[in-house]
């Protein structure tokens, strides 16, 4: 649509690539747990900073600090959004991270772990809240789903540094080692990266916004795509809050965005990622949790970047409902694999099938429900509007990421870990007809082409 440089971007790629730097760091506070719980839980005081092992209220609130800040982050978002652009809001939004990892270095009283679980919710909500959009308007249409992704390429590779160091180094050291990408990201993206032309006109910046696209797009003639951008910011311009209630498509995307991210957490994604050595443990697996776990982690990076590679060639739909499907089929084999063992059945013969199924799961979520929804959410909504639809759809994200989260060990105590992943084995067979059926495709659409398709009658 726009002319091409037939140069590389190589400063649209550094820019996505340093401001998902603090996406890294934030990856590792999800299975931040996994591997300091079972410290926590010691009676060996030279692992156990507090000196006593913890108790199960007591678990479940560290694990569940994090999705109440997730939650409380929005509103603080939003807010920031009326003052300052989305490069210095992911700036601002990352530094309670760096204070969480200082804290953490000292800690050996049980507040210090709830007060730095919040703080990685404040900053980790903030961040999925922000950077999606950041990256999709400094985005070219024909790979915005590709750069979409590294979000989730970044995340899975954070994670996966809590199951690679977190067993095997104190406390201290594992905070050190947590600080150091943030330490980066102030200094790469801080310092070099430039900020979102949608922002910088929407405050009257027109200037800046021509040199930040220039930059971006290796390209002085970047006119025609300004005009553009100016075009879809203006016809936007007269959505208010409201209109995502009244208004056809924004209602539509509206719907959209809450549905897959209430897919995405009742997946039990948020709860498997906090309990990994926990699951391994209950199914009694001969391979060492800490080793099982880190398995895991690395087939979450892998399939992620599959995905990332993808995104732009099958489209979003398809990488959703395959993503559903495998969830539902792995969700499906836990469940009978924890029954016939809570029933008394010899599952010696399948021991190998709780470790498989959790690879087939973490494999089938991270090729499409785990980073798709935020790349969608940052493509269906209008500039004028998308701050508030952020709000409202990253809300139910962490609200219903808490409820998981809180409830999942008390369901394991009532009804059966077996019982638990076939609840959720189930609403990813609903999942995944809801994608096929109703979700549309975005890709290589540009921001107005989507919301054309979005308000067509159906």
Not at 92 to 111: G, K
Request: hydrophobic share 50%; proline share 3%.
């Amino acid at each position: 649509m726009f002319e091409k440089s037939k140069s590389i971007n190589w400063l649209l790629y550094f820019s996505v690539f340093s401001a998902n730097l603090a996406v890294f760091a934030s990856g590792g506070c999800w299975t931040w747990t996994s591997p300091v719980l079972p410290k926590l839980k010691s009676e060996d005081f030279s692992v156990n900073v507090l000196g006593r092992p913890v108790t199960v209220k007591e678990e479940a609130w560290i694990v569940s600090f994090m999705q109440l800040g997730l939650i409380c982050s929005t509103p603080v978002s939003l807010l920031l959004h009326k003052f300052f652009t989305k490069k210095n809001i992911l700036l601002i939004v990352t530094v309670p991270l760096v204070l969480t990892h200082i804290l953490l270095m000292f800690a050996d009283q049980i507040v210090y772990f709830f007060v730095a679980r919040f703080f990685m919710g404040m900053t980790t909500g903030s961040l999925w809240t922000v950077l999606p959009s950041y990256v999709a308007e400094i985005a070219p249409d024909s790979n915005r789903g590709f750069l979409g992704t590294i979000v989730g390429v970044m995340g899975a590779a954070g994670s996966m540094v809590s199951y690679l160091v977190g067993p095997y180094v104190s406390l201290l050291t594992f905070s050190i080692v947590n600080l150091i990408p943030l330490v980066l990201f102030f200094i790469f993206y801080g310092l070099f990266s430039p900020d979102s032309p949608y922002d910088l006109i929407i405050k009257g910046k027109l200037a800046e916004a021509e040199s930040s696209l220039s930059k971006l797009r290796c390209n002085s003639n970047v006119e025609k795509e300004l005009n553009h951008i100016s075009s879809s910011i203006n016809s936007g311009n007269n959505k208010t809050f409201i209109d995502l209630f009244r208004d056809r498509g924004l209602k539509k995307a509206l719907k959209i965005g809450m549905l897959l991210m209430a897919f995405q957490q009742l997946s039990g994604i948020g709860a498997v990622l906090s309990y990994t050595e926990t699951i391994f443990l209950m199914a009694g697996s001969t391979i060492r949790a800490d080793i099982s776990a880190s398995v895991v982690g690395g087939v979450s990076l892998f399939s992620v970047i599959i995905s990332s590679r993808l995104i732009d060639t099958m489209g979003r739909k398809i990488l959703l409902v395959i993503s559903c499907t495998l969830a539902f089929i792995s969700l499906s084999a836990l469940s009978v694999y924890f029954l016939l063992s809570d029933n008394g059945v010899d599952t010696s013969p399948i021991f190998w099938l709780p470790i498989v199924s959790l690879i087939a799961y973490v494999l089938g979520l991270n090729i499409g429900l785990a980073a798709l929804p935020w790349v969608i959410l940052g493509e269906v909504f209008s500039s004028n509007v998308k701050n508030s639809a952020s709000f409202i759809v990253c809300v139910t994200n962490y609200v219903i990421c808490l409820g998981v989260t809180i409830s999942f060990s008390y369901l394991v105590q009532l009804a059966g870990i077996g019982s638990t992943f076939l609840v959720f084995a189930v609403i990813m067979l609903a999942g995944a007809i809801y994608c096929y059926t109703v979700v549309p495709e975005t890709k290589g659409k540009s921001f107005q082409d989507i919301q054309i398709m979005l308000n067509v009658k159906t």
